[in-house]
């Protein structure tokens, strides 16, 4: 028998997060860079409650296989991190620039009101070009809904729920 959905938030934020969660890499480590930015509802107002997931290649293109996401040990790159939005919306992560031929990080967003998490990429400024099969295959103006822009510390991506420059997001086989 089929059951009604329920959404995916705000619930999560009691069992979630966990101390040090958006920190891939610690603060000050060599090759470290902050990406961080906004979540905004289709009104355009920040989202105070949504948690991103975070899932990358390391440097060297090579996808960690390693345990400790939860309890890190300062020295291990383990490619995942967890962050959740402040009462402004924003969210931030400290972490590598990931390498390899076409480099992104995965994303995944949990917020109120949505009944599924959403899946979406970060494509560094770098990664424009036709190399990516998945870039290449949007619209000019969709994809820069994906790339992210320097900043002085690193990288600035705002995630957009809905309305006009709503964030191009994925959808997987078994996955609604």
Not at 53 to 65: H, K, N, R, S, T
Not at 81 to 98: K, N, Q
Request: aromatic share 12%.
């Amino acid at each position: 028998m089929t059951t009604p959905g329920q959404t995916v938030g705000p619930f999560f934020h009691y069992a979630l997060p966990y101390e040090g969660g958006g920190d891939l890499v610690p603060p000050g480590r060599a090759g470290a860079i902050r990406l961080h930015g906004h979540v905004y509802d289709g009104a355009g107002d920040p989202v105070p409650d949504a948690l991103l997931e975070l899932w990358q290649a390391d440097p060297g293109g090579q996808v960690p296989q390693v345990g400790g996401s939860l309890r890190r040990d300062g020295w291990t790159f383990t490619g995942f991190g967890r962050a959740e939005t402040d009462a402004a919306g924003h969210y931030s992560f400290t972490t590598l620039m990931p390498g390899g031929t076409s480099p992104f990080f995965a994303v995944t967003v949990f917020a109120r009101g949505l009944t599924h998490r959403l899946f979406t990429r970060i494509y560094p400024p770098s990664a424009r070009s036709e190399a990516d099969p998945f870039l290449a295959g949007l619209e000019p103006e969709r994809r820069d809904t994906l790339v992210a822009t320097p900043d002085e510390h690193g990288l600035v991506f705002d995630v957009h729920l809905q309305g006009d420059n709503e964030t191009v997001f994925l959808t997987f086989p078994g996955h609604r």
